[in-house]
């Protein structure tokens, strides 16, 4: 299934009307397979809705993200966003600061306990870890 169509059938499905604008939201997760700023994001969108507003665009990602169709990603220079995961249950990420592409990491730190105090109750989390991609290392040392 193409990532702008899982956009749309996880909006359909949590009953968020599905307009125009949401729809080119949807079509620009389909054209890069890369994490995307809200800027980046504004930009491509006000290209098409002259007048669109920054807030408005944060305030889609935001109900996105609540729905469960996209995640955040944060990198060292502010917080971009991508189709979330649906190939795997709960994960985590390795991020390349270089290419910028994100993999899963298919075990949790959380499961195994370490230091988190005795009737702590997690409601959330997150964990990411940043470094470079085989490539972008090879890339590096050459």
Do not use: W
């Not at 997760?29 to 930009?43: A, S, V």
């Not at 609540?66 to 944060?74: K, N, R, S």
């Amino acid at each position: 299934m193409s990532r702008a169509r899982h956009i749309l059938e996880v909006m359909d499905q949590c009953g968020l009307r599905i307009t125009d604008q949401r729809k080119t939201l949807a079509a620009i997760f389909e054209e890069t397979h890369q994490p995307l700023t809200p800027k980046k994001i504004y930009g491509r969108m006000n290209e098409i809705y002259k007048g669109l507003s920054l807030d408005t665009v944060y305030r889609n990602l935001r109900k996105l993200v609540d729905i469960g169709a996209i995640e955040p990603i944060t990198f060292p220079d502010g917080v971009r966003y991508q189709v979330k995961c649906t190939h795997v249950n709960h994960h985590h990420h390795l991020i390349c600061l270089s290419c910028e592409q994100t993999m899963p990491i298919e075990m949790c730190p959380i499961e195994l306990g370490i230091g988190i105090p005795e009737k702590f109750q997690i409601v959330q989390h997150t964990f990411q870890i940043h470094g470079y991609c085989a490539i972008c290392s090879e890339d590096k040392h050459e």
